[in-house]
């Protein structure tokens, strides 16, 4: 055994069907199974409705809950909730967290959108085919009426969850505070979950923060929506449809515009040479060899061969 040469090498070959820049975090993983495009796209409307009814759910009767143990003048009266400081921040937490959760969970059954206008977004990039979207876009605003209504049923009071602008906010300053709003949430989930790298495990949590704070600014000017899934809902429900309920359609569905416009122009200059090694974890792709001697060489930073000799790039490298 001394006097024979060992080599091991990490591979670094393509794998059949899988990105090869992603090698690394697909290796050992199965091909993707072909599936009938007609039960897939009846999953994901399925997927996205339970998705989008659970973290509205959830969201709602939070906000409800905190409404109804206001201190205004008409105790047990949600819709006379006076918008303190800390009844602003509760329900922001109440979304935030909720999306939070909602997001890991069906993060990898159908993408966790739970949202018309980000579906939108992934749509125009080519991430969803239009007529998908446009399923899924429907299971979200069925999944926003259903929520609306059983915690309309479950919750004593008039249901006061909806979307309205503060006294002060004119309708055009409502729109596009819902454009920037969406436009935030949207470029968060184009980098940290659509575009794959070592913390795309986490993006949920990336995600459920970026709305957070979305939250937090819009919750007092406009409700927040960002989500016409999300305004819809309540007014069904309420039958309380405002004049100026269109800004939470077209604002989001702007937002999600500019969002995929951002991301389409980051990828039209190879963003990721802008600020190379961001992913690198310190460990590279090593080549180890003995020598007839018995000796341990090793040579750092080569990338490993392919199956026809070819050189091929490290799977450490910007995944």
Not at 291 to 310: D, H, V, Y
Request: proline fraction near 7%; charge should be neutral; charged fraction near 10%.
């Amino acid at each position: 055994m001394s006097g024979a040469k060992m080599g091991t090498t990490a591979s670094t070959a393509p794998i059949d069907r899988v990105d090869s820049e992603n090698a690394s975090l697909n290796a050992g993983s199965r091909p993707p199974l072909e599936q009938n495009t007609l039960k897939n796209y009846a999953l994901a409307m399925f997927g996205e409705f339970l998705g989008t009814f659970l973290f509205l759910f959830f969201a709602f009767g939070g906000t409800q809950a905190v409404k109804i143990n206001h201190t205004g003048p008409s105790p047990q009266d949600p819709t006379h909730a006076i918008p303190t400081p800390a009844l602003l921040l509760y329900v922001s937490f109440c979304f935030g967290f909720a999306l939070t959760v909602n997001v890991w969970v069906f993060y990898r059954v159908t993408g966790a959108l739970f949202n018309p206008a980000i579906t939108l977004g992934c749509v125009l990039v080519g991430g969803i085919p239009p007529l998908k979207g446009a399923l899924m876009g429907i299971a979200q605003l069925i999944g926003g009426i259903a929520a609306s209504g059983l915690v309309e049923g479950l919750t004593p009071g008039e249901l006061a969850v909806g979307t309205s602008l503060a006294p002060d906010v004119s309708i055009v300053q409502g729109l596009f505070i819902e454009v920037f709003l969406t436009a935030q949430l949207m470029i968060t989930i184009f980098l940290l979950a659509v575009e794959k790298h070592r913390a795309t495990f986490i993006a949920p949590l990336g995600i459920g923060l970026s709305f957070f704070i979305t939250q937090l600014f819009g919750v007092y000017f406009t409700g927040g929506s960002l989500n016409p899934a999300r305004s819809l809902g309540p007014a069904v429900v309420t039958r309380d449809f405002p004049g100026y309920h269109w800004i939470y359609w077209v604002g989001p569905a702007l937002g999600a515009a500019l969002g995929a416009a951002v991301y389409k122009i980051l990828l039209l200059v190879n963003y990721k040479t802008l600020n190379p090694g961001q992913d690198d974890d310190g460990l590279s792709v090593v080549r180890c060899e003995f020598t007839p001697k018995g000796k341990l060489r090793e040579a750092q930073n080569q990338a490993a061969s392919g199956p026809s000799g070819t050189s091929s790039k490290p799977a450490d490298e910007n995944v």
